[in-house]
């Protein structure tokens, strides 16, 4: 006769334990790392970063500055400007989080969901505007200064109230983008020859007013939903054919601004012209319906940013090696 064997399992499946928590939810570094949108480096730091490099290099090209000094300061930049940026990104969550809740690309940041309180970011953020403000003081120059606060505490702030009140936050954006120019030129040369940061600057926001717009493309179902304004909404079915006016904008300053500073050949095969037929290939190639692809060409701006970047830093290498 024979009898049935019953095996009994050493662990039953329902007394498995629960996932543990730091697997089931991110950490508190990792949360603060989205806050200060470093997971996605260098998108976003890097067009702060451009317009200050661009000024360094076209200063150290008319005054022939050391390329060891020029170096350590261009470094400075890098992590100046990723602070500056994650510090107006914090201010932007801890301002836009109502909206971001009902946006679906932003629902999910850390403040608008709840992750971070709306303290905690605050906390974050008086850190970072704490060290900026400790450079600046450190520059001590008080011309210097005063350019350096208008930008932090006017420009940076007056922003995320745009979008509210007027189709063009993206003008508004590319001023507190761009002021770094402005800013390094006048800590490397004080005030001279002004017209040149300034047609950059101009420059600058029509370059803004291009990448902020196809960047806005990606939310304006949400948009239109919630009441926040942009370009994206007001050029309509128009987007790309408004945009090459600016694009032509942003060429024609920095082809002006060359001139002025008696920039060599290779800042205009490069810097004007390589940068042309990057920008025709954005708005050619452009499908603004496709949120993938508006975040695709807004990314390549960085690429741009530093073409510009590479026609004026061999001229400056031209006269200091």
């Not at 890098?78 to 602070?83: D, G, V």
């Not at 974050?124 to 900026?132: H, P």
Request: aromatic share 14%; proline share 3%; glycine share 8%.
């Amino acid at each position: 006769m024979s009898t049935a064997t019953q095996t009994t399992p050493l662990l039953k499946t329902d007394s498995l334990p629960e996932p543990t928590t730091w697997k089931s939810k991110p950490s508190l570094i990792s949360l603060y790392w989205k806050l200060n949108r470093l997971h996605k480096f260098p998108a976003g730091s890097i067009l702060v970063f451009w317009p200050c490099a661009w000024a360094l290099t076209m200063t150290g090209y008319r005054t022939h500055q050391p390329l060891v000094e020029y170096w350590r300061e261009l470094a400075m930049c890098a992590f100046l400007c990723t602070l500056l940026h994650s510090a107006a990104c914090v201010l932007s969550d801890i301002f836009d989080r109502d909206l971001d809740r009902k946006v679906e690309r932003t629902k999910n940041r850390p403040i608008a969901s709840g992750a971070i309180s709306v303290r905690g970011g605050v906390n974050c953020l008086l850190l970072e505007v704490g060290i900026l403000l400790g450079v600046l003081i450190y520059l001590q120059d008080l011309t210097v200064y005063a350019v350096g606060v208008f930008g932090l505490f006017v420009l940076q702030i007056i922003y995320p109230i745009m979008k509210r009140v007027t189709y063009w936050p993206q003008a508004f954006l590319g001023l507190a983008m761009g002021w770094g120019y402005i800013f390094i030129w006048v800590m490397r040369v004080k005030l001279q020859d002004l017209g040149i940061p300034l047609t950059y600057l101009l420059g600058i926001v029509c370059w803004a007013i291009v990448y902020d717009t196809i960047y806005g493309c990606q939310d304006r179902e949400d948009d239109v939903k919630i009441g926040v304004k942009s370009t994206s909404l007001l050029f309509g079915d128009h987007v790309r054919e408004i945009l090459v006016i600016f694009a032509a904008g942003f060429v024609s300053a920095i082809a002006v601004a060359g001139y002025l500073n008696h920039q060599g050949l290779w800042y205009y095969l490069i810097s004007v012209g390589a940068t042309t037929f990057h920008l025709l290939w954005q708005l050619w190639t452009l499908r603004e319906n496709d949120t993938e692809d508006c975040w695709n060409k807004f990314e390549s701006n960085g690429t741009l940013g530093g073409i510009v970047f590479i026609g004026m830093l061999v001229d400056y290498l031209k006269v200091t090696i």
